[in-house]
């Protein structure tokens, strides 16, 4: 009988594990990953108008929005006094744009180009103000008006950006903030740019006509093992700061047989912030990235369908907006969406991956990128995910994409912007409570109300509606005329629309009566169109809070099955 030799046995066990430990049995999975970016869209190049030989004689006009903190009058006042010390003959007029910097103002632009030889447009401190300015600009440079943009020096990305985009190679000269702070000796520099923005003739690249074709990304971003993704598309930018799931061909390919659409086709053709394209395939890419499931692509076309028809330029905002997205219909229920306790926190795959994959768009089908276009002082945690089913079952009313127009049964996504404010947590579902906080939301333009569905119930078994309850936050959340104008977001954005300029596609949001009235009448802080109750989460409590979040974009689920 043969001995049982132990040496021999831990020798052959160590030989084993040496050879599995080698690079033949642990070498790494090599990944080769497809490019996330969107498409670039071509751009007609415009040369800027002829500029003038000298000032003297000439009519200058010096513009800027209404926007109280930004100090730009202050250096506008001072550039048109060094210009008159400069140039005694020269015409100096200042204007106020009439509308939002954010709104077209034809007949002002139309005044310039009658009576003016060049302009100056101030630019506040907001990075969205900063490319309004530059569009503005750009207009007013195919009009045959020259001219240039005095804009605030942390900002020169964005107007690198979009005169790129806008194909306009506007000049601009930068100024420090608060201008009050300027030397003299700043002061004569930033003249002495203005000065030559306006005389100097054009360059070669400045005459240029055209189209700017933007190069193609390649198709295969890289390859390499796990960790060599994960480093470099954090490099590139293109994540979000937590890791991502690589988007292989094969990982793609499963996420496009969730819809039925071709992966080439267009899903989104202004995909904010830089109003890039994207296709069915890119927006698959990214959702593979976000973590998503191939049956999330019906939700996902949809999102960036919603994104793409809004007017998204608050993504570029020093403020530091958020969006919200909420999903209806039969599509929460197939995908497993939680719309009960803890619907808006951690913990479900499809609410937290879909509520990623809209930044992710942003980032990369919309050339998004934080220090650069995106702009939010603070940014928001709101930023990263948040996106939520509504709890149809478990309310006693209609659900919010039936108040928005669509079919009972039809699944939409919804996309509120804006968000920044919350006022909550109201556990006796007493509505009052609630209305005394919220008619003080700065900018008190739209308001989202989120009833758990006991809180819900106790209303309906009062006999209210939703429209019943929405009626009357909004009848009740109330300020005097004084208190209401008083607020300095007032002049920009709610006065004008009280003088029946649109804004954002819409006109007549509060009444114009509003302009007459005296500073001791009430007025609702909300427009009435603007105030939404959503239920969603646990039954645990009636429970209510509200958000600051305004102006929905929906599209249909449906049409991307």
């Not at 100056?120 to 240039?148: D, H, I, Q, R």
């Not at 427009?527 to 509200?546: L, Y």
């Amino acid at each position: 009988m043969r001995r049982f030799c132990l040496p021999g046995l831990v020798a052959t066990v160590v030989a084993l594990v040496i050879a599995l430990a080698s690079p033949i049995f642990c070498q790494e999975s090599v990944y080769k990953v497809l490019n996330p970016r969107g498409i670039v869209k071509e751009v007609k190049i415009t040369p800027l108008a002829p500029r003038v030989a000298d000032l003297n004689d000439k009519v200058i006009y010096l513009v800027t929005p209404k926007q109280e903190g930004s100090h730009i009058e202050v250096a506008l006042e001072k550039i048109g006094e060094a210009l008159k010390k400069r140039f005694p003959n020269v015409k100096v007029i200042f204007k106020h744009k009439p509308s939002p910097y954010m709104t077209d103002d034809p007949d002002l632009w139309n005044e310039m180009v009658k009576n003016g030889n060049a302009f100056v447009y101030g630019a506040a401190p907001s990075n969205t103000s900063t490319y309004w300015g530059f569009t503005w600009a750009c207009e007013l440079e195919k009009k045959g008006l020259p001219g240039t943009v005095v804009m605030y020096e942390k900002l020169v990305d964005t107007a690198k950006n979009t005169t790129l985009m806008k194909g306009v190679p506007v000049r601009w000269a930068t100024v420090t903030y608060p201008p009050q702070s300027m030397t003299e000796q700043q002061m004569g520099v930033m003249t002495d740019n203005i000065i030559k923005a306006l005389t100097e003739p054009l360059n070669d690249n400045e005459k240029k006509t055209g189209v700017y074709v933007p190069p193609t990304p390649p198709r295969i971003a890289m390859e390499g093992i796990y960790s060599q993704v994960q480093d470099a598309f954090y490099k590139q930018g293109w994540t979000d700061g937590l890791p991502i799931v690589p988007p292989t061909e094969e990982k793609v390919r499963e996420m496009l047989k969730g819809t039925k659409h071709a992966p080439g086709e267009v899903a989104g053709n202004r995909v904010w912030p830089e109003q890039w394209i994207a296709t069915v395939e890119k927006v698959a890419i990214n959702g593979v990235m976000a973590g998503c499931k191939p049956e999330y692509m019906p939700v996902l076309l949809a999102t960036i369908e919603a994104w793409s028809k809004g007017v998204f330029t608050n993504v570029l905002s020093t403020n530091s907006f958020s969006y919200m997205l909420v999903v209806n219909g039969p599509i929460r229920k197939e995908i497993n969406m939680n719309a009960g306790t803890y619907a808006l926190g951690p913990g479900n795959h499809a609410n937290a991956t879909i509520g990623r994959a809209l930044r992710l768009f942003i980032i990369n089908l919309g050339g998004g990128q934080a220090g650069f276009n995106l702009m939010g002082t603070f940014g928001s945690p709101l930023g990263y995910t948040f996106c939520f089913p509504e709890n149809e079952e478990a309310s006693p009313w209609q659900p919010l994409s039936v108040d928005l127009g669509y079919k009972p049964g039809e699944s939409v996504v919804t996309i509120f912007s804006d968000g920044r404010s919350l006022a909550g947590n109201y556990l006796d579902a007493n509505v009052d409570r609630l209305i005394k906080a919220v008619r003080y939301f700065e900018w008190t333009r739209g308001l989202v109300v989120l009833f758990a569905p006991p809180a819900a119930k106790l209303q309906a078994e009062k006999g209210h509606t939703k429209k019943d309850v929405e009626e009357y936050i909004w009848k009740n959340a109330t300020l005097t005329k004084k208190e209401f104008t008083s607020d300095f977001h007032y002049t920009w954005f709610i006065e004008p629309i009280l003088k029946g300029k649109e804004m954002y596609g819409e006109k007549g949001t509060w009444p114009a009566e509003y302009l007459n009235l005296p500073d001791d009448a009430i007025v609702q802080a909300y427009p009435r169109k603007d105030v939404h109750v959503i239920v969603v989460g646990g039954e645990a409590n009636p429970q209510m809070d509200a958000l600051k979040f305004y102006i929905p974009e929906t599209a249909s689920v449906d049409k991307w099955r």
